[in-house]
Each structure stands twice: as C-alpha cells, then as structure tokens.
C-alpha cells in the first residue's frame, strides 16, 4: 500500500540543491519528478470518485500500525507505483477481511486521505521555498568573493535548479485530488493526529538528511561559515 512515506522519499531528493551534487544527482532529481508524473496518474486513477468520511480516517489512525507493518513486508517494488494490485493480494484481502474492513473501498479511502495529506506538505513546501531561496541566495552573494566565481556561479546554478525542481513538485501535487469541504474539515481536526504517524515512521526526512551528511557535500561547509 502507498504511503507519504515513499512519496517525500521521491518527491525531497528533487528540492537537493543539484550543483553540489553534480551531475548524478541532477539527473536523479528528474528521475523523481518522472516518478511522480506516474504516481499522480496512477493516484487519480485507482481513487477515482471515492470520498471519505470522519469514520475512514478514524479507521485509518486506528490501524495505521498494523497498515504500515503489513506494507513493509509486502508486493511493492521500490521503483513500482501500483496501487491496484493491492486488490489482487490474498494477504490484503486477509487482512482487511479480519478487520471488517471492505478491501477495495478502505484502500482507496486510504490513498485518497494520505494523498491529500502529501499535497497539502508539498504546498505548503512550494510556498515557503521563495523566502527561504531568498534567504540562501542572499547568503552566497554575501560569500561571492571568499567562494570564488566557479563555486559562487555552481552553487547559484545549484539554488536555481532547486527552485525549478520545487515548483515542479508543487505542480505535480496540484493534479493530485483536492478535498471536498467536507472531507477538508475532517483533514483539519485529524491533521495532527495523522501527521504524527506518518512522521513516526517516515524515512523521507531521514533520506534527506544522508545527502547533507554525504562527504562531498561536507568539503564545502567552510563555504558557509562566517568570517
């Protein structure tokens, strides 16, 4: 079953800052928006006209840990944006059957209420990145000379491509199903709630984390201290 989880896994190596990463990353980061070109499709798709109630996500908080259990050990490839073979698998079947739950309208509530909850982070990610963009390129003018041009030319290229990559992502969110007012009220008193799980098991943050801690990039963080 798709979760946020493997979405900001996609979707954060495209906001990398690609010239400090050079060229395999730059290509890396196409390679995600790509994949979520095909996940929004595969999204539209399998939710369809689905809709879902204050009951679907009570639901959902209630089995989350079971959920994400059962998907860690199950059919999905890394690389695999399948959402309807999930309606095919004897163990969901299972699953859902021991909970009560109808499988292949509980699934579909599901993707469509964790999709909601992807568009709103990338959104809201798309509407901060013009400050903070602002703020980085502000900070490397201010280190022009001590960079020296090619440096302060890679790392301004690398702000750019940044920026493109984020509205792209911001883009791609915005075919992804948008909340009825009803549905977006029950998001908004259960947001907390939701967030704080999908957080507790989410590797995106983590996978981010590891290119900041990569050795190339390290070389240039005297780049960034002050005088």
Not at 37 to 47: K, P, R
Not at 91 to 108: N, P
């Amino acid at each position: 079953m798709m979760t946020v989880r493997k979405l900001l896994n996609v979707a954060l190596i495209a906001l990398v800052p690609v010239a400090v990463f050079a060229q395999d990353v730059e290509q890396a980061a196409e390679e995600a928006l790509e994949s979520l070109d095909q996940m929004s499709v595969e999204v539209n798709n399998f939710v369809g006209d689905v809709r879902f109630d204050e009951s679907d996500v009570k639901s959902l908080i209630e089995l989350w840990e079971e959920y994400t259990e059962f998907e860690e050990d199950d059919y999905e490839s890394d690389d695999d944006f399948d959402f309807v073979s999930v309606l095919n698998d004897d163990a969901y079947l299972s699953w859902a059957a021991s909970h009560g739950l109808e499988a292949e309208d509980w699934a579909r509530k599901t993707v469509r209420i964790t999709m909601m909850l992807y568009r709103e982070q990338m959104l809201e990610a798309a509407r901060v990145m013009p400050e903070q963009m602002a703020q980085q390129m502000a900070m490397i003018e201010g280190q022009r000379e001590q960079l020296g041009e090619e440096m302060y030319q890679q790392m301004k290229q690398g702000m750019e491509e940044s920026a493109r990559y984020g509205n792209a992502i911001a883009e791609n969110a915005r075919s992804l199903p948008e909340p009825t007012a009803a549905e977006q009220a029950i998001l908004d008193k259960y947001r907390a709630e939701l967030m704080t799980l999908m957080e507790s098991d989410d590797e995106g943050e983590e996978y981010y984390d590891e290119y900041y801690e990569d050795e190339e990039y390290n070389e240039n963080d005297d780049y960034y201290e002050e005088d």
